[in-house]
């Protein structure tokens, strides 16, 4: 539930953060159906009646058509590194363009040098999510440091915080922010509101980060086993327990391995109850999950790694394949 007053909040922020004015165009190629295309962009754009080119969805080649009316364009990190693929993606195209931002995803630092030398553009990478919106911002002057999602917006409180313990400068904590821009809690969802929202009105939001001296702020990850695909969010959860309905599946365990495209691509590692058939296996979850939800790769093991209590860790799956895929 995410009220007007916390729309204008944030949309008033970013729109003087980001500079936007009347004379702006902005490229739009983002889905409407998520927080960074429907309220970030078109926000920014709305608030001082800039005008906007909207593509259905993102296309490099219309991107690149499009790029040279344009004076902003904002993307996923995934835009980015396909628009660096190709050739005709070149400095002229970006010649009327003042803002190149990045979010819903971690632009890799390689991605962000990559397309300075390019176009001459630093991409102003920014950290956000659904209940809160924007959080943090990379300068519209001034240093846009890749690794870090710079400094938190106006209106914006933010702490790291341990066990509820408030974290020094350097040290590594969860993410936590308070302030106008936040939700009021999931829809006919008490219990997992009260997970999140602390009493003095704080968001947990489950990311791991720390903050410098200045109040810059670099993510580590996530305290969940969360996987970012193309900017898309994917829990594990939901595809692990429609795998361990299949016949052939005697458990599973769904992670996130690296991948130059999407950032993390989906991988599932399957302990088998005798033949195994991927086949099989992705016509049963086709009609359960979404498309970009189906693992694109299937491991097979004779038993998952587990932890003295019997909890799978993950990370040693992760650590382990992406080590092989590199
Ligand atoms: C599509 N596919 C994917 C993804 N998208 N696989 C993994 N991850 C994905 N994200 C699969 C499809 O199922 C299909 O599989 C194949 O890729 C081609 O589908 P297509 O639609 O053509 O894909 P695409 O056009 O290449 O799309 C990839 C994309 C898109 C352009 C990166 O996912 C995208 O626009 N993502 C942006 C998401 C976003 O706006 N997130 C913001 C949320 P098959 O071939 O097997 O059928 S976060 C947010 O809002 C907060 C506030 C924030 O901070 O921004």
């Given at each position: ?88 993606f ?37 950290y ?23 400094f ?52 947990v ?12 702020l ?20 939901e ?59 299937f ?28």
């Open positions: 539930m995410i009220s007007h007053r916390a729309l204008m909040a944030n949309g008033s922020a970013l729109n003087q953060l980001w500079g936007f004015s009347q004379s702006d165009i902005l490229l739009h190629t983002l889905p409407l159906f998520h927080v960074h295309g429907l309220f970030v962009a078109m926000h920014c754009a709305m608030l001082s009646a800039a005008e906007v080119i909207f593509l259905e969805k993102f296309s490099v080649s219309e991107t690149i058509d499009n790029l040279a009316r344009a004076t902003v364009f904002m993307g996923v990190p995934t835009y980015y590194s396909r628009l660096l693929s190709r050739d005709d070149t400095k002229d195209v970006c010649s009327g363009m003042r803002l190149f931002t990045s979010g819903s995803a971690p632009l890799t630092e390689q991605t962000h040098h990559a397309f300075h030398s390019r176009t001459g553009h630093k991409i102003l990478e920014r956000g999510m659904t209940e809160a919106g924007i959080i943090t911002s990379n300068p519209l002057h001034g240093d846009r440091i890749p690794g870090s999602v710079g938190a917006l106006s209106g914006v409180q933010m702490r790291i915080s341990d066990d509820g313990r408030e974290c020094d400068p350097g040290e590594v904590g969860i993410v936590e922010v308070a302030g106008d821009h936040l939700f009021n809690g999931y829809w006919q969802k008490p219990k997992e509101t009260a997970e999140v929202l602390r009493d003095d009105g704080f968001l939001t489950g990311d791991i980060g720390v903050m410098d001296e200045d109040g810059r670099r993510l580590k990850g996530r305290n969940t086993d969360l996987i970012i695909s193309g900017g898309e969010n994917i829990y594990p959860k595809i692990e327990l429609h795998l361990d309905d299949v016949e052939c599946v005697v458990e599973s365990a769904v992670i996130g391995i690296l991948d130059d495209d999407l950032g993390e691509r989906v991988v599932a590692v399957i302990v088998p109850d005798g033949i195994f058939s991927e086949q099989k296996v992705k016509e049963a979850l086709k009609n359960q999950v979404a498309d970009f939800k189906v693992p694109s790769e491991i097979i093991v004779e038993e998952l790694p587990r932890n003295s209590m019997g909890k799978i860790q993950k990370s040693k799956l992760r650590d382990a394949y992406n080590e092989q895929a590199s």
